[in-house]
């Protein structure tokens, strides 16, 4: 959503149940449909979708592209906001599997995008920048190990450029935080046996982490605090 109250939302259409393609429909504050914008509509399979928008209406959609049976890279568009494409960015090309890529933006529309990518026998988490100009920055590594760290969610503060990345680290769900460097400065554990977190900050980076908790006799939706 912009400052405004106009916002944006991506989904996966399968069209003709073998071919699924992206879009985006814009919405203005009295959820009057605006727009609606082929993100991605090739003969190849685009999915898992994520889309973030800047206050003054830019938005970015990030999604994965199945290049073959073997091959999934990330791609990113950005867009104006009335939905005029400025350019698309190939996140992650550099290996079998990048996948399930989530996109955060800041208030002058620059990104990140986080994404799971497939190392040697194992997933990791990388992140990219890509700045409102369409500059795209280096990988950064924001965890690997010999377990399996999928399904990141990033959400990245106003101005400074830190970020906090929230994923499952193959027992439980970790919080990493990354500053405006690119370098990895914390890493913590919300708790074991928790699953498929998402993650949210405010103007004073205070961030809150909601995940699935699996803890007998039931399962339950719970979150944590935190400060970047």
């Known amino acids: 959503m912009d400052a405004k109250g106009d916002f944006v939302v991506s989904y996966t259409r399968d069209t003709n149940n073998n071919n699924p393609d992206i879009f985006a429909k814009l919405y203005n504050t009295s959820s009057q449909l605006l727009n609606v914008v082929t993100v991605a509509g090739t003969s190849l399979d685009e999915d898992l979708s994520s889309v973030a928008m ?6 970015d959609v990030a999604y994965q592209v199945q290049v073959s049976n073997t091959y999934v890279e990330v791609m990113a568009s950005r867009y104006t906001a009335s939905g ?3 350019e698309q960015a190939t996140i992650a090309n550099n290996a079998p599997l990048s996948e399930s890529p989530k996109v955060a933006m800041d208030n002058q529309g620059n990104a990140v995008i986080a994404y799971q990518k497939w190392v040697g ?8 920048r890509l700045s409102g100009t369409g500059l795209l920055g280096g990988e950064i590594n924001v965890q690997s190990t010999t377990a399996n760290e999928t399904s990141p969610s ?9 970020f906090v ?8 769900v970790n919080v990493s935080e990354v500053n405006s460097s690119n370098v990895v400065i914390d890493t913590y554990s919300a708790g074991q046996s928790r699953f498929a977190p998402a ?16 803890i007998a006799p039931d ?3 719970a979150g944590r605090r935190g400060l970047l």
């Not at 026998?121 to 990219?128: G, K, L, T």
């Not at 990033?154 to 830190?162: F, H, S």
């Not at 990345?165 to 439980?172: E, H």
């Open 121 to 128: 026998n194992n997933w990791d988490v990388e992140a990219r």
């Open 154 to 162: 990033v959400a990245l503060e106003g101005n400074a450029g830190a």
């Open 84 to 86: 005029g494409l400025l």
């Open 199 to 214: 993650i949210s900050i405010n103007a004073q980076n205070e961030f809150l982490v909601t995940y699935t908790a699996d």
């Open 219 to 221: 399962m339950f939706i």
């Open 165 to 172: 990345v929230a994923y499952d680290s193959g027992i439980g």
């Open 54 to 59: 800047s206050p003054d209406g830019r938005f």
